[in-house]
């Protein structure tokens, strides 16, 4: 019903920027926030940054002086443009969306499939 296809994950050399990209496609009614994680251990992921259509963010930290989250309504997209790039970034990036589907008031979270972002040497 709904599917988040992520890009623009790679390698990229400490120092450096790359912009990942997560576009959602489906029956979506609304969407309440959109979203960035990244994954710190096998059973944990760190929320990274956040926005909601009225573009309110909240990062993590670590990267608030780094990334940038942004989003484009009508597009049903979200991006994260990282700077300055360190090894301790080096994560699978994954989106995640609040939203509720056509004709339903019921909120689901939907998750991405994953990138990954390799920051080394």
């Known amino acids: 019903q709904v599917q988040l296809v992520e890009s623009g994950g790679g390698l990229v050399q400490p120092g450096g920027s790359l912009r990942l990209s997560c576009a959602a496609s489906g029956s979506i009614s609304s969407i309440y926030t959109m979203a960035w994680f990244r994954q710190v251990s096998e059973n944990q992921r760190e929320r990274v940054a956040i926005i909601t259509p009225g573009g309110d963010t909240y990062y993590l930290d670590s990267v608030e002086d780094r990334f940038t989250i942004s989003i484009d309504n009508a597009k049903n997209t979200v991006y994260l443009q990282m700077n300055s790039l360190k090894p301790e970034d080096t994560a699978v990036y994954y989106c995640?969306?609040?939203?509720?589907?056509?004709?339903?008031?019921?909120?689901?979270?939907?998750w991405g499939q994953g990138t990954q972002v390799t920051v080394s040497s």
């Open positions: 995640n969306a609040v939203l509720s589907l056509a004709a339903s008031a019921v909120k689901y979270s939907v």
